[in-house]
């Protein structure tokens, strides 16, 4: 997994309340058995039209911000299905960081997983961010001192779990790090297997 | 200290624990299908590394297959593929894998219940949402994605954090005609598709008592439409009724053993909720989605709601494109909604028990002619007993089609699917934009209003009917 530190981008506002998994990709590219190349497929109702042509209006098809790695959108963000494809297509597209005032929790779990940074945030600093990225401004994420600089001198601070940034900061692999606690994972099954005999 | 049912099954199942509440979760059971599986396997072998424990494991193909005749395989190039891979990486990893052909074959969530794979007190995950299904035999159940699915192949643990305890009751008894479904999506209604967010729900009441485990299973099922973590009921004995006998149910000496144990699977007494809920089961309807959320409800009686008479400016906003989405005129009252499809079947609703309601209404009746109907089993067995029953050939006087087992237009990964601008009623339990297909519309009801309104061709209020 990519290290995330610092992100310097213009971003992408979309203020649309409870974006879900299906909006961000939709069932036909869940077909793969790759994780990569999801970019192409992301938010695609949204982006093109019944015969697949770019629509205009829809800010991600647009010049800067088809280049943004910032995506700001509304509450309740990746609500629905526990497709890791919505990470993927956003990964894939460029986006390493979504603001929003609340996520859905296995979207949110399954962000980290990936190298994304979502961020929460109160609904009027999000609103700000939402502003400043209509105006093309940059935002800079420092995931090392937890801190949100646009262009002036009030940024903004936000939270993470520790163990969170951790992962993030040094690009962990999970599965490797849990390995090395074999030992206690198995005197636990051990102890189950006693308790629990049925079950194995 | 007097604890939560969820507290009792965290903490049974916790291997470690660091100063900042990062915890190591012991699974005890793991559901896999076709869609959230391949990168895992994948990354599986491009580490060397081995399924923990594939014992515990059982996977199943569901969202791609085909719901007509089988005998000619997978007409899709991809989907065939995604179903090969993992019937190939099941070989491989010596995992039971239930095929395209098996009878045991159906939606994940509807044979970890039926083969006694889902029991009290167990940690269960699975790479998809409604894995809270399985929260109704009082057993931790939650969705995952697929990195995590390889971190439990391969560690039959997850790392995780403990959320906070969520009590809804619902007391008294329901009005005849108002249905499991109802009652979640009520629920749903009242706390927001965000309301459960960081909480494990449990389902408390009279109303939760007196449900099947088919009943219980409906409403868990959509605990993560309210954006829980979880959700459970508390075993009783309807939940050691169903589960004995099942092929995977522990046996002999080891079903005493497990009673046993099940048996203290209640939350205490005193213990404390981080927050709770309670409505009076009196004052639940017959309710319908009108929007592209599921909380946005309405009951049988009710209207689509005006955007004008909304303050906030964000749902303002939120009402407006779901009308538009979904082609529907503010103040328009639900039953005068008419209807050109309608699917019965899904995760939420396709178990036979659903299907005798179902039956219990189109019983001599014909399908409206502006109406396509067709009822989806939720597995192989749901169908076979449908059959022993003689429902399909109610059903199919009745000019619904009977498929084959699968999620079908739950969300038409396979060729199900909604055509534009269609509108559906749905058994279901996602009405997002395009879920049933690209500028479908969905309305989500029960599966007694879904066959009322198959019958009318529009919705209509099931408690004048039965
Ligand atoms: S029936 Fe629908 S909700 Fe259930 S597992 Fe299948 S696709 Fe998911």
Known sequence: ???????????ADLPIMNVDTDMIIPKQFLKTIKRTGLGSALFYEMRYDEKGNAIKSFILNNAPYNKAKILISGKNFGCGSSREHAPWALLDFGIRCVIAESFADIFYNNCFKNGILPIILPENQVKELSEAAKKNKEIEIDLIDQKIHKGDNRPFDFEIESFRKEYLLNGYDDIALTLKKDVKINSFEQKKKNLTPWLY | M???????IWESHLVDEQSDGTSLLYIDRHLVHEVTSPQAFEGLRLS????????????????????????????????????????????????????????????????????????????????????????????????????????????QTLIQSRVKNFKISVDGKLPLGVTAKDVILSIIGNIGTAGGTGYVIEYCGEVFRNFSMEERMTVCNMSIEAGARAGMVAPDQKTFDYIKGRPL?????????ALKYWSNLYTDKDAKFDRELHLQGKDIEPTVTWGTSPQDIASINGKVPDPNLEKNEDRKKSILRSLDYMGLEPNTPIQDIKIDKVFIGSCTNGRIEDLREVAKIVKGKKVNK???????????????????EGLDKIFKDSGFEWREPGCSMCL???????????????????????????????????????????????????????
């Open chain 2, 412 to 466: 038409g990964m396979n060729p199900d699917q909604l055509k534009p601008k269609e509108r559906c009623a749905s058994t279901s339990n996602r009405n997002f934009e395009g879920r049933q297909g690209r500028g479908g519309r969905t309305h989500l009801v029960s599966p007694v209003m879904a066959a009322a309104a198959a019958i009318e061709g529009r919705f209509v209020d099931i408690r004048k009917i039965i």
């Open chain 1, 1 to 11: 997994m990519e290290k995330f530190t610092k992100l310097k981008s213009i971003a």
């Open chain 2, 48 to 155: 060397n590394r081995k399924v923990k424990l594939p014992g515990s494991t059982l996977a199943v193909v569901d969202h791609n297959v085909p719901t007509t005749d089988r005998s000619k395989g997978i007409a899709d190039k991809e989907s065939a593929i995604q179903v090969e891979t993992l019937s190939k990486n099941c070989k491989d990893f010596g995992i039971e894998f239930f095929g395209l052909t098996d009878k045991r074959q159906g939606i994940v969530h509807v044979i970890g219940p039926e083969q006694g794979f889902t029991q009290p007190g167990m940690t269960i995950v699975c790479g998809d949402s409604h894995t809270s299904t399985h929260g109704a035999f009082g057993a931790l159940a939650f969705g995952i994605g697929t990195s995590e699915v390889e971190h439990v192949l391969a560690t």
């Open chain 2, 2 to 8: 007097a604890k939560t049912l969820y507290d009792k």
């Open chain 2, 249 to 257: 149910a522990p046996q002999g000496d080891n079903w005493e053993k």
């Open chain 2, 370 to 388: 502006s109406v396509d109907a067709i009822v989806v089993p939720g597995s192989g067995l749901v169908k076979l007993q449908a059959e022993k």
